[in-house]
């Protein structure tokens, strides 16, 4: 069935070191990968996403990687930051129906040590 | 450009009763998306529309309805709560015909039912 995982509920990680948050998808006809951060109090907010057709992408500070033949992805951020604290999502969209719907994966919550 | 909006941002209803919720788009936003989180399932997907029409719907029963206005404002109604529908409901909105494009979260309503 379609289900988007996380290996680990909690990351904790020192102020300036890199993070690292896996994701581990069941689909694999999945198209489209983004990466939400979710701020106490706050809806989900796009950080980065990458088709089926890429393998990395970057942007500020953060890098997705997608391994389809494991069906696995993962978020990357550089120098973490206290602000980066927060819970991290993968999610997955699937073309239905003329639309679309999103998958989210569990979440990862990220703590940042200063 | 202002963001999704959502009202209320909290409710609180007893068992029974039933409630609507109600989503501003960014404007020029034509997808409109419902989703429920709760710490037990997640994010989980409710349904998405697109010029007035519901697209896509996850799985929950039919107390769970929605539809979108003209201008893209989106309403989503629960009859005869129950307790297990507690949860935060998060509107998102995308440019187009949403699969590609990016999708901007609300804030969310806290709803509680006692």
């Known amino acids: 069935g379609e289900s988007v995982g996380l290996h680990l509920p909690t990351l904790s990680v020192q102020e300036g070191d890199n993070s690292i948050i896996n994701c581990a998808y069941s689909?694999?006809?999945?198209?489209?990968f983004i990466w939400y951060k979710q701020e106490s109090g706050k809806g989900p907010q796009f950080i980065i996403d990458?088709?089926?057709?890429?393998d990395k992408r970057q942007g500020q500070r953060v890098t997705v990687l997608l391994n389809k033949t494991v069906k696995h992805l993962s978020l990357q951020i550089a120098a973490t930051q206290p602000g980066d604290s927060a819970v991290y999502f993968c999610?997955?969209?699937?073309?239905?129906?003329?639309?679309?719907?999103?998958?989210f994966g569990a979440g990862t919550r990220l703590f940042v040590k200063a | 450009k202002a963001g999704v909006t959502q009202t209320p941002r909290y409710l609180i209803k007893t068992r029974g009763q039933q409630v609507t919720l109600s989503c501003s788009p960014i404007?020029?936003?034509?997808?409109v998306s419902w989703y429920q989180q709760t710490p037990g399932q997640g994010l989980q997907f409710l349904f998405e529309?697109?010029?007035?029409?519901?697209?896509n719907k996850g799985n929950f029963p039919g107390r769970f309805s929605g539809r979108q206005f003209s201008n893209s404002r989106s309403e989503m109604n629960v009859s005869t709560l129950e307790l297990g529908d507690s949860a935060l409901y998060l509107c998102?909105?995308?440019?187009?015909?949403?699969?590609?494009?990016?999708?901007?979260f609300g804030p969310g309503t806290r709803l509680t039912v006692l």
């Open positions: 999610a997955e969209n699937i073309f239905l129906g003329g639309g679309f719907k999103t998958i």
């Open positions: 998102a909105s995308s440019l187009a015909s949403g699969f590609y494009n990016e999708q901007f």
């Open positions: 689909n694999s006809a999945s198209d489209y």
């Open positions: 990458i088709r089926s057709n890429m």
């Open positions: 529309y697109f010029s007035e029409t519901q697209r």
């Open positions: 404007s020029g936003h034509r997808s």
